[in-house]
């Protein structure tokens, strides 16, 4: 008889057919692989309409239908998510049911294996000739003999079959196991997801609570983040003058509001592997938060009032405190300038800035005026010889 594992990975043939029954569920794991496809087919159809969303000319309109698309979306994935992990634990619970089973085919398969050998072991030492003579005529003589060789062709079998179940029984621990760490995963994307969709939300109040539902103040968000993002671009792309070498520590320039800064604050960025050839940056596209990097202590506080508070999700912001993070969404999904690269912190007009490491330091600016503050672009980068450059934007 042939038995198949409908949740497992292996199929396995045997002679004992009572022993491994196929479990039936109130839901069976086929309905909800069906479950499951038709869930993939829904977060295909809304990644296309996100896609066209993001295809359309940018409005208030339909940025705000970028983030439903995209909270739409988060939350077909929580539904995946946990559809899998219910059809994970329903397989994992069939598995422990098998296992169970096996374990107990494995203790009868031993004891009867036992017993074979037992009775093999009555007449390992009985010769042909002491058989014969032991013998009632020569039928009883035939009779014995087959006897003998029923019982070693039993016990063959059942040897056979106790390897086998050994065999299965290590294949369905293995599957089990697999499946439990699958599982622990998809609750830790599970986690992530929730927390996106927290941050969708949160990016669509947002929205709305800066431009106040109103297209033109929607229109002026995006022009200075674009303004803000190239006037940075340019400048990384020019080629900067050298200072000379600077210390860790060291002051390097002050806070100001120059480029397309509204306000007076630091924007710090750190880029690796980079190094400087000629006054230009190489490997300026490389970029990584920089939070790490103070917080570990390899480098010094950026400004004196460095908090390392994360505020950018808050109403309240002091001195010293991240007004925008790394990563941080600007609302803006569907084109340029959507992700910002640094730190902004927020600090006085004129306060210090310091060198995070020592290397040899560079000015640089931007090539144009802002067309929103009238102001050009100014900063300063080091190179610090070990495949890192740090940049220090919106200097007086």
């Given amino acids: 008889m042939t038995i198949l594992w409908s949740a497992g990975r292996l199929s396995q043939s045997t002679d004992q057919e009572l022993l491994f029954p196929q479990v039936v569920q109130a839901q069976s794991v086929a309905e909800l692989d069906q479950q499951l496809r038709d869930k993939e087919e829904q977060i295909r159809q809304v990644e296309n309409q996100l896609k066209d969303t993001k295809n359309q000319e940018q409005t208030l309109k339909s940025q705000l239908g970028v983030i439903d698309n995209q909270t739409k979306l988060t939350n077909l994935k929580i539904e995946e998510t946990n559809f899998k992990i219910n059809k994970l634990n329903k397989e994992i619970s069939e598995l422990d049911g098998r296992l169970d089973r096996i374990s107990s085919t494995l203790d009868t398969l031993s004891e009867v294996l036992l017993n074979m050998i037992i009775k093999t072991y009555k007449y390992s030492n009985t010769t042909p000739i002491d058989l014969m003579f032991s013998s009632n005529g020569f039928g009883d003589l035939i009779r014995r003999t087959k006897y003998i060789e029923t019982i070693q062709a039993e016990e063959k079998k059942y040897l056979y079959q106790l390897q086998a179940t050994k065999s299965l029984y ?94 007076p604050h630091l924007h710090f960025e750190v880029m690796t592997p980079a190094h400087v050839e000629d006054g230009k940056i190489i490997g300026k596209e490389n970029k990584v938060d920089p939070k790490p990097y103070i917080d570990s202590g390899k480098f010094t506080k950026p400004t004196q009032r460095y908090s390392g508070n994360d505020c950018s999700n808050s109403n309240s912001c002091h001195i010293g405190d991240i007004t925008t993070h790394f990563g941080q969404t600007y609302y803006i999904f569907s084109s340029g300038g959507s992700v910002h690269n640094a730190l902004d912190i927020a600090d006085y007009y004129g306060a210090d800035i310091y060198a995070a490491e020592s290397g040899t330091a560079y000015t640089t600016q931007d090539s144009s005026a802002c067309s929103i503050t009238g102001t050009v672009g100014k900063g300063v980068y080091i190179d610090h010889g070990n495949g890192i450059v740090t940049l220090y934007w919106h200097i007086p």
């Fill in 170 to 263: 290590n294949d369905q621990k293995t599957d089990k196991q697999t499946r439990q760490a699958e599982a622990e995963k998809l609750k830790k994307d599970l986690v992530k997801y929730q927390t996106e969709l927290d941050l969708q939300k949160k990016a669509k109040n947002e929205l709305l609570k800066v431009t106040q539902n109103d297209e033109s103040k929607f229109q002026a968000l995006l022009i200075k983040l674009r303004a803000d993002t190239e006037s940075i671009s340019r400048a990384l792309g020019n080629k900067g003058v050298k200072l000379g070498p600077v210390n860790k520590g060291d002051r390097i320039a002050s806070v100001g509001n120059s480029g397309c800064s509204t306000g």
